[in-house]
C-alpha cells in the first residue's frame, strides 16, 4: 500500500475509533442498577428525560464514566510516551515506579495531613516527578548518559521502593486505612462532576502537551543515532517525554489511585492496528485507552451487582495475563 493510501486508512481507523469511543460513553451510561436504552440516554442527555433519569444519569453515571474516559486517556498517552522514551514496549507508569511515587504522597496526604487534600493533584505530580528524578539519577552514567535498559532497571528498584512505604504507610495508619482503601484499588466509585472538573485542566495540558511532543517521540523511534544525525539532544528528548509522561500518569493518580497496565497495553494495541508513526498512534491510544478504560468499569461496578469491582482490580486481571503474553513474544 503507497504512503497516500495508508494515511487514508489511518485517518479512517482514528475516526472510526472516536465513533466507537462515542458509542461505548453511550452504552456506558445506560449500564446499571437502572437500564435505559440508547434513546433514553440520548433523551436525557438532550434534556427530554425524566426527573428520574436526569438524577441518576447527570448525579452518578455521567461524571463516572466521563472520569474513566480522562483517566483511561492521561494512562494510555503516559505509557505511549514511556515506550517511546525507554524504546521498550514493556515500558508502563507503574511499572517503572511513577505511579508508585505518586501514589506516596496522595496516601500522605489521606492517611497523615487530610487538612490538605486541595493539594493532592499537585502532590501528585510533585512525588510522580520525584520517582522519575530517582529513576534517571540511578540510570545516568558519565559515559553512556541515559539508556532504556537502564531506566527500565532503576524503575523496577524505585517501585519496589515507593511500593514498601505504600505498605508502611499502611500499617502505621490502619486506622485511617479504610478510607482510603477503595482509592488504592483505582476505583471510580463515588466520584462525582466536581472530580471530572477538577482534574479535567490538568488532562488537557497534558494532552497538548503530548500532541506537541509528537516529533520528538518519532525522532526517538528512530534510534539514538538517527537522532544524533538530526541533531537531537537524546537525553533532552528523553527528559521532555517523560516530564508529560509523568505528569499525565500523576494527576490520574491523585483523583482514582491505581489503575494498571492501562499504559501497557493500549500503547501496544495501538502499534498493532496502527502503526508506530506517534502522529497516528498517540491520537490513537488517546481514544482507545478511553475505551478501555470505561468498559473495565462498567464491568467492574455491573458484573455483580450491587457488588462493585474497581477498575483498577478489573485491568490488573487482564494485564497481568497480557504482560506475560507480551514477555513470551519477546517483548514485541
Excluded at 492496528?273 to 497516528?280: A, E, N, Q, V
Aim: charged share 10%.
Amino acid at each position: 500500500m503507497n504512503t497516500i493510501g495508508q494515511q487514508r486508512s489511518r485517518k479512517l481507523l482514528l475516526a472510526i475509533t472516536y465513533l466507537i469511543l462515542l458509542i461505548i460513553i453511550i452504552l456506558a451510561i445506560g449500564i446499571g442498577s437502572v437500564r435505559l436504552s440508547p434513546a433514553e440516554v440520548l433523551q436525557t442527555l438532550t434534556g427530554s428525560g425524566s426527573e428520574q433519569w436526569n438524577t441518576i444519569l447527570w448525579n452518578i453515571r455521567i461524571p463516572r464514566v466521563i472520569l474513566a474516559l480522562i483517566i483511561g486517556a492521561n494512562l494510555a498517552v503516559s505509557g505511549a510516551l514511556l515506550q517511546a522514551v525507554m524504546h521498550n514496549p514493556l515500558a508502563d507508569p507503574g511499572l517503572t515506579g511513577v505511579s508508585s511515587g505518586a501514589a506516596v504522597t496522595v496516601l500522605f496526604i489521606m492517611l497523615v495531613k487530610p487538612e490538605l487534600s486541595s493539594l493532592i493533584p499537585i502532590a501528585a505530580i510533585v512525588g510522580g516527578g520525584i520517582a522519575a528524578a530517582m529513576v534517571y539519577g540511578w540510570a545516568w552514567t558519565k559515559t553512556q548518559g541515559i539508556t532504556p535498559i537502564r531506566i527500565i532497571l532503576s524503575g523496577v528498584a524505585v517501585n519496589a521502593v515507593f511500593g514498601g512505604v505504600i505498605g508502611l504507610l499502611s500499617i502505621l495508619y490502619s486506622d485511617k486505612l479504610p478510607a482510603a482503601l477503595s482509592w488504592m484499588n483505582g476505583s471510580l466509585s463515588g466520584k462525582g462532576m466536581d472530580a471530572v472538573l477538577t482534574i479535567l485542566p490538568y488532562s488537557a495540558a497534558g494532552w497538548i502537551m503530548a500532541l506537541l511532543c509528537i516529533r520528538q517521540a518519532n525522532i526517538l523511534r528512530l534510534g539514538e543515532q538517527a537522532a544524533h544525525n538530526l541533531g537531537q539532544n537524546i537525553n533532552r528528548v528523553r527528559i521532555t517525554l517523560s516530564f508529560v509522561a509523568v505528569f499525565l500518569a500523576s494527576v490520574s493518580v491523585s483523583m482514582v489511585g491505581l489503575v494498571g497496565f492501562v499504559g501497557l497495553i493500549v500503547p501496544h494495541m495501538a502499534r498493532m492496528m496502527i502503526g508506530s508513526d506517534y502522529k497516528y498512534s498517540l491520537p490513537f491510544s488517546l481514544a482507545l485507552g478511553a475505551v478501555v478504560l470505561i468498559i473495565a468499569d462498567t464491568i467492574g461496578r455491573s458484573m455483580f451487582s450491587p457488588l462493585e469491582i474497581p477498575a483498577g482490580i478489573v485491568m490488573a486481571m487482564v494485564g497481568g495475563p497480557y504482560f506475560l503474553y507480551l514477555m513470551r513474544k519477546g517483548g514485541a
